[in-house]
């Protein structure tokens, strides 16, 4: 080899591992850790696809329910309010869900009525009104949505590129992504899990738009899920 070709390689060689390290700092940038990003960790990025300054809109509400803000949220944190009602007087014995409303939009009651009684399965009732507005700001109650991308399905818009692997992992191999049932079940158990890490309600509504390893927290994606509470009415 002579000293042209060591040369070469050498310039060649260079190249490469700044390529490698402007990459790196890109992925910082925009928040992405990729040796940390896994097929469950994609998952919870079920949202619509980001836009505009990498937030997503926040799904419209009727202006006329706004009042009683704090009230209501400091009720749904402390289980004191209506808006909070606790648990139901027997589990599991048919007992009906409270029915909200976020706006004029209603999630169809069976739906509701599962929800609720997932979340108390796993001692978390309480988070109900929480999946509410969650569920709203993802779908709009629409069982059948699509992200803008194509990415994202149903609901709670899980990402479908790796929902074999994370449904199987919750019990269900095989399900339809669009199965409202199935993506009730791997929510509650994904927000009973980061309630037990100890994570605060703005955390774990965080961590279902972005990753249990994002080193970010989408204040954006909460506001606009918080805000949906002002809208919140019991049925």
């Known amino acids: 080899m002579t000293r042209a070709d060591i040369r070469r390689v050498f310039v060649a060689a260079v190249i490469i591992f700044f390529m490698g390290v402007i990459v ?12 940390a990003v896994t097929p469950e960790d994609e998952l919870t990025y079920g949202s619509r696809a980001l836009i505009e300054g990498g937030g997503m809109p926040c799904m419209e509400v009727t202006d006329e329910l706004q009042a009683g803000e704090e009230e209501v949220e400091k009720g749904l944190q402390t289980g004191d ?5 606790a648990e139901p007087a027997e589990r599991d014995t048919g007992a009906k869900s409270p029915v909200y409303a976020v706006g004029d939009e209603v999630l169809p009651e069976w739906i509701q009525d599962y929800a609720y009684k997932a979340l108390d399965r796993r001692g978390i009732s309480w988070w109900y009104p929480y999946f509410i507005v969650q569920a709203f700001q993802e779908s709009s109650f629409n069982l ?9 399905y149903g609901l709670l818009q899980y990402r479908a590129m790796y929902w074999g692997d994370v449904s199987a992992k919750h019990g269900y191999p095989g399900a339809d992504i669009y199965d409202p049932y199935v993506q009730i079940e791997i ?20 961590r279902h ?27």
């Open 24 to 35: 790196g700092m890109c992925l910082k940038i925009v928040g992405v850790d990729a040796a």
């Open 81 to 85: 309010s209506e808006v909070a009602e």
């Open 144 to 152: 059948r949505a699509v992200s803008s991308d194509g990415l994202d």
């Open 187 to 206: 929510y509650a158990d994904q927000v009973r899990d980061r309630l037990n890490k100890g994570l605060a309600v703005e955390e774990v509504i965080s």
């Open 209 to 235: 738009k972005t990753s249990d390893y994002a080193p970010y927290y989408d204040s954006y994606y909460v506001s606009c899920v918080t805000r949906h509470l002002r809208a919140l009415t019991a049925k």
